[in-house]
């Protein structure tokens, strides 16, 4: 193979594959790090140490080996890894002999059913609700879908179904849009403004920075301009004349669309016929002015839209409660932001910026203090003095500020100086360079935002995070959690980090850091999806304990050891048969055919999914068959529980456990007996 050269297809075209999304595993990949936290359900955190084949009994089986405090080590079976979570926050490990986890778990518990309940209340008076249904399928309607200059990924036009369903319904819709930064949310936001104003109705878009407001006034005045939609801007820019006149043709329903910033739920502005309110970068709202909305307009349509992208499990958990769309595939032509974290040197920052201006590109240049955001500039200007230079920040005058970005934005100089206020709502293809300086000081999602403010087109994009001080612990994990996650889509990974790093979260409307640093993000969310089921009623799984006794580990000449981890709780961690038939494929698609061992491990994930169906404790698996311990509540049908163990000529071995006369290696009889005993 010496003549043989492989070439990779993004190596070629400049983008990424796409990858057939039939063979995609729809479960969250993990990928525990050995020596890294890990956090056991039953056991709490300690310090992961690897994979570990031993011999049980003259059988190999792999097992993840846990280290706890006083070094006592906890053998977690592959078959029981969906015990085990991601921990990413810095903790002392627990003790086997302390209480102290179960104390926290059930507190975070306790905490998390309070405040959910609260939210199914608030949720159930909304779906009682009626309004008119909308007409989606207008003649307008079709011409503004068909003007849009790009083609729509599937997760845009699945986004857009959910709109149009929703929309088309007699219940007020309460939807919220995920999705990473430029993955095309406000295109999914207009279609449902166009919908509400091609049916005569009136529209509101709130944003949480005058920067964004008037991006997204430019962006819809842009679409809109082939259709007679009156559009209006509303934030801090606007003079006190020109809101009287925008106050008056709300009121009169002259104006169709308005865009605004908190002013319009401070100041007395009424509408005339007022049916959606599409709220961005919704993280940055507290509960009071989304409230505001529904108590004013009782029958309004809420749209909701986050760059913070939320875990599958989350969205999952709080799906009964409000429904989500996720947008998680970038453009086809998007490249990969190439992302370097790197010491502060003028030798850094002058090869960034010429490289950039050297293509004829623009540059961000973020300094995030405005007491010495003008003594940076005079030291670009020492550095860099053929290059125009302009500073923005917070203090300037607001009309200043907007003459800044539109010169800007038209390419009347180069190079932008700024502090974070352009984390939210520039959108400007020209600039494809980033610089972040001090950015040790920065929290992991701001970071991400203001990355997310270049690679915008299909040019290739670059971010430099500089820092100038020795690094903590923390401020270089956030760094390189960053770099790890440069492929655009993972932006839920670094949500999910950040939580867990800084111990920060209010992911169901209140503040819930405590809770969500003492248990992990992951289990977190566990906890949500288990305290819903209890509260809609929903019969509860609960963990399964699988003992079976026979070689069970995925063979290194199949899947490199690094890797096995990730397959390992892929496999564990499925809801039912469908995922694990597409995480079937998926490996055999990346690894080829599956060995009789993965085959084995696959067919006992879908025996424990049916046993968490019949409130199974314990399945254990030995030579001469099948011994099953249900839960104490287990609620089962006796009858046809006694008529299936005397088929498979079994006994009981007490009031909750049964032994069955089954071969370990035909599982499918073992399926059918959990399938007909409910």
């Given amino acids: ?50 994979i570990k084949t031993m011999d049980v009994e003259g059988a190999l089986m792999d097992f993840f080996e846990i280290e706890y405090a006083n070094q006592d080590k906890v053998y977690v079976p592959v078959t029981n890894a969906d015990c085990l979570f991601e921990y990413e926050g810095t903790a002392q490990i627990d003790s086997l002999n302390s209480k102290s986890w179960h104390t926290r778990k059930e507190n975070a518990s306790k905490a998390i059913k309070k405040i959910l309940t609260e939210l199914v209340n ?95 006034y430019n962006t819809f005045c842009e679409r809109f301009a ?71 307009y009782e029958h309004i349509d809420m749209l909701y839209l986050s760059a913070t992208p939320i875990p599958r499990t989350l969205n999952m958990a709080i799906n009964s409660i409000i429904s989500i769309s996720v947008i998680k595939t970038a453009p086809l032509a998007r490249k990969h932001i190439q992302t370097y974290v790197l010491k502060q040197t003028d030798k850094v920052i002058k090869e960034a910026v010429e490289r950039e201006l050297f293509r004829g590109g623009s540059v961000f240049f973020v300094h995030n203090r405005i007491e010495t955001i003008y003594k940076v500039k005079e030291d670009l200007d020492k550095l860099l003095p053929d290059c125009q230079k302009r500073i923005i920040h917070s203090q300037l005058p607001k009309s200043e500020i907007k003459k800044i970005i539109t010169d800007f934005a038209n390419g009347k100089f180069p190079v932008l100086i700024s502090t974070s206020i352009i984390e939210s709502g520039l959108n400007l293809k020209h600039v494809n360079t980033i610089i972040i300086t001090q950015a040790q000081n920065f929290g992991l999602s701001d970071l991400y ?53 800084r111990g920060a979260g209010n992911i169901l409307g209140k503040d819930q850091s405590g809770n969500i640093k003492a248990l992990g993000y992951d289990l977190y969310v566990e906890l949500i999806q288990e305290a819903l089921s209890q509260i809609s009623s929903e019969k509860v799984e609960r963990d399964v304990e699988i003992k079976f006794i026979d070689n069970l580990y995925i063979p290194s000449w199949y899947i490199d050891d690094n890797e096995k981890t990730a397959i390992y709780t892929l496999i564990s961690k499925a809801k039912d048969e469908e995922e694990l038939s597409s995480i079937k494929n998926y490996i055999e698609d990346k690894y080829g055919k599956l060995p009789k061992l993965v085959s084995r491990l696959i067919e ?22 099948v011994s099953v311990q249900f839960y104490i509540d287990a609620k089962i049908d006796t009858d046809k529980l006694i008529k299936q163990v005397n088929a498979l000529k079994g006994k009981f071995l007490s009031e909750t456990g049964v032994f069955l006369n089954i071969d370990r290696n035909n599982l499918n009889v073992l399926k059918n007996f959990l399938i007909n005993i409910v």
């Fill in 226 to 296: 082939n259709f007679p939609v009156k559009i209006a801007l509303l934030n801090s820019f606007t003079k006190k004349s020109e809101k009287e006149k925008i106050k008056s043709s709300l009121e009169s329903g002259q104006i169709d669309i308005l865009i605004a910033t908190h002013s319009v739920y401070f100041a007395d502005i009424n509408f005339k016929d007022l049916s959606l309110a599409i709220i961005d970068e919704e993280q940055h709202f507290g509960v009071k002015i989304k409230e505001y909305f529904k108590q004013k």
């Fill in 449 to 501: 935002q203001l990355r997310g403010r270049v690679g915008r087109s299909d040019i290739e994009a670059f971010a430099y995070l500089l820092y100038d001080t020795q690094l903590s612990e923390q401020a270089l994990m956030r760094l390189n959690t960053l770099k790890e996650y440069m492929q655009r889509g993972l932006g839920f990974n670094i949500a999910l980090k950040d939580l867990e790093i």
């Fill in 1 to 50: 193979l010496k003549d043989i050269a492989f070439v990779s297809f993004e190596e070629i075209f400049g983008v990424p594959l796409q990858k057939d999304q039939k063979i995609q595993p729809k479960v969250q990949m993990v990928q525990f790090q050995k020596d890294k936290l890990i956090a056991h359900k039953n056991y709490g955190i300690g310090i992961y140490r690897g």
């Fill in 122 to 216: 608030i949720y159930a008076k909304r779906k009682i609700l009626t309004r008119a249904p909308y007409n989606t399928d207008l003649l307008e309607i079709r011409e503004f879908e068909a003007e849009f200059e790009y083609e729509e990924t599937q997760d845009q036009l699945q986004a857009i179904e959910d709109i149009k369903n929703d929309m088309s319904s007699d219940k007020p819709m309460e939807r919220l849009i995920c999705g990473d930064v430029s993955f095309g949310k406000t295109e999914v936001a207009m279609r449902a403004a166009a919908i509400a104003c091609f049916n005569g109705k009136q529209v509101v878009v709130i944003a949480p920075t005058t920067i964004l407001s008037l991006q997204h």
């Fill in 604 to 625: 006992i994930s879908i025996i424990k999914l049916y046993a968490k169906k019949t409130c199974v404790k314990r399945l254990m698996f030995g030579k001469k068959g």
